[in-house]
């Protein structure tokens, strides 16, 4: 239960303290008078605070001086009005006394005098009201008695009493509806501007420290033997089906007599390529005859056998096609140098293997560079408190042992490869680099605005390295967001007594705020309340 504390108007820091602390009570009323000492300064009011926390008090303030309650909120006291704090007046162990002139009622045509206040040691009358309670303490208070009146009682008519009580329920009504239920809820957004920054890192690993003056981190060399065995599909294939072979009559219109000979002689036909089965010797020339300049068929040599140059249907042609000859000696000659089938070339058929082909061998290795990469990764995993990147392009193999299960051309399903090798990398904390790259964006940052924690990416890539000297430049690419600092108190400057779209207007002038939201209630509130206590303004996250 609260329990009242009277105050003398000269009381200092230390004699209020030890007042509560006599107090007996966890929760303790400060009954203070106006224009008390105690009032002087916000900082006597924080002391009697902290120092009656410390004693496992809660204190509140019941006082009508207008400053003293200014300076106790601000304190951050509660106030409160006195009612029925205590049990009697006895409890507080102090009395007033007050002359006959301290009370002055009035009565509706004349003055009455109160009558002489006798001494009251219980129970004490109960002080509904703040205004009250400044008329019983004043300055002129003694801290011996407290002396009270004796109610005096004004005889009122019936409806004389009906009208002041409808006077003081709609004055209260009033005060309820036009300044205690008001409220104000903005809610002001904060600009955000996007931000991306490229910056070049040296990462060393002779450096203990970053140092942002010369944009350092420092490095670790890594250096470990792996072995590994990867088993891979092969991918390269070879034909192995029947070649299409057939016939060909030769046309020379040249003036001479041809040597083909069949290594040095290919005939393509349809983007097929065929080769001689025989050499081809003394071609004579191919001669017209008639009007008509018809080949004439005597001058022609027998048919030809040729085979194409791989298995395939695709090596299947009509009769009537028309080879062109290439022959390293004659040249290619197509109008003066040709053939053409008879029949049909044919006997061509598709059947394909697998084989091991040279870019199966590239792959397989390239392969187990991963696999070591990803062994080392493994290892550095084991340090988790350091944050150690391993970067893609700063990794060097040496191998020192290396086999295959199949060489280049033979065939198979899958290819099996071993290796034995020594991996070195040059390892940095990412940490470190996010850190050097903040730092320097907060540095050249405006005073009214901050980098927000959230949306951030950071990427690096080697663009130099040199694993011999333990040293390589980083190109880090950072994205981020900026948001401004919003000062409440300049904020709420000039809103009191304004609509909802007045509001908007003014924030939204500032270039600061991105977005507002006006809350007022009850209902019928149409304006921001002109108390502060009565409007809430706070930043979005």
């Known amino acids: 239960m609260e329990k009242a504390v009277y105050l003398e108007i000269n009381d200092e820091v230390i004699s209020v303290v030890q007042k509560v602390k006599r107090s007996g009570s966890a929760e303790v009323v400060l009954v203070i008078p106006k224009s008390a000492k105690i009032f002087s300064n916000l900082t006597n009011l924080k002391l009697v605070r902290e120092q009656s926390a410390r004693l496992g008090k809660r204190i509140s303030v019941a006082t009508a001086d207008e400053k003293g309650r200014m300076l106790a909120r601000r304190a951050g006291i509660s106030l409160t009005m006195l009612r029925a704090v205590g049990p009697d007046v006895s409890g507080v162990r102090k009395r007033v006394r007050m002359s006959n002139a301290a009370v002055d009622l009035k009565h509706d045509d004349k003055n009455k005098k109160k009558p002489e206040p006798q001494p009251v040691a219980e129970p004490a009358p109960s002080i509904t009201s703040e205004h009250e309670l400044s008329e019983l303490i004043g300055p002129e208070m003694s801290d011996e008695n407290i002396t009270l009146p004796k109610p005096v009682h004004i005889p009122l008519s019936r409806y004389k009493n009906a009208f002041i009580s409808a006077v003081i329920i709609l004055v209260a009504l009033s005060i309820v509806f036009l300044y205690v239920l008001p409220t104000a809820s903005i809610t002001v957004t904060p600009r955000v501007e ?125 009769e009537g096609t028309r080879f062109e000859i290439h022959n390293e000696v004659f040249g290619h000659q197509p109008e003066i140098l040709y053939a053409v089938n008879a029949n049909p070339i044919s006997g061509g058929t598709d059947e394909e293997v697998k084989v091991v082909s040279e870019e199966d061998i590239a792959n397989a290795r390239k392969g187990l560079v991963s696999e070591f990469q990803k062994q080392l990764s493994e290892k550095l995993a084991l340090r988790p408190q350091e944050s150690l990147v391993l970067a893609d392009n700063a990794i060097s193999v040496d191998v020192l042992e290396e086999t295959f299960s199949h060489p280049i051309g033979a065939e198979a ?115 921001v309340p002109r108390f502060e206590s009565k409007v809430n303004l706070k930043t979005a996250d």
């Open 194 to 318: 996007a931000l991306s920054r490229d910056l070049e890192i040296l990462v060393d690993s002779q450096a203990a420290t970053p140092d942002i003056t010369t944009l350092t981190i420092p490095g670790e060399m890594v250096e470990e033997e792996f072995t590994s065995e990867q088993t891979y599909p092969v991918t390269g294939t070879k034909r192995v089906g029947e070649k299409a072979s057939g016939f060909v009559t030769l046309y020379n219109f040249s003036n001479n007599s041809l040597i083909l000979r069949s290594g040095t002689t290919r005939l393509e036909a349809d983007g097929q390529t065929f080769y001689f089965l025989q050499d081809v010797g003394s071609l004579r020339p191919t001669l017209r005859s008639g009007s008509n300049f018809e080949v004439d068929p005597s001058s022609l040599t027998d048919p030809v056998p040729i085979v194409a140059a791989d298995a395939g249907t695709d090596f299947n042609l009509p």
């Open 413 to 527: 399903q899958e290819l099996t490869i071993f290796e034995k090798a020594r991996v070195k990398s040059l390892v940095y904390n990412e940490d470190y680099a996010r850190d050097l790259i903040m730092e320097r964006i907060v540095r050249l940052l405006p005073d009214n605005k901050e980098l927000l924690p959230s949306n951030q990416s950071l990427s690096t890539e080697y663009i130099s390295l040199d694993l011999d000297s333990g040293a390589g430049t980083l190109q880090v690419h950072f994205n981020s967001e900026i948001g401004f600092n919003l000062d409440k108190e300049v904020l709420s400057r000039g809103l009191s007594g304004k609509t909802e779209n007045e509001v908007k207007e003014i924030l939204l002038a500032r270039p600061e705020v991105s977005g507002v939201s006006v809350n007022l209630s009850p209902f019928w509130v149409k304006k």
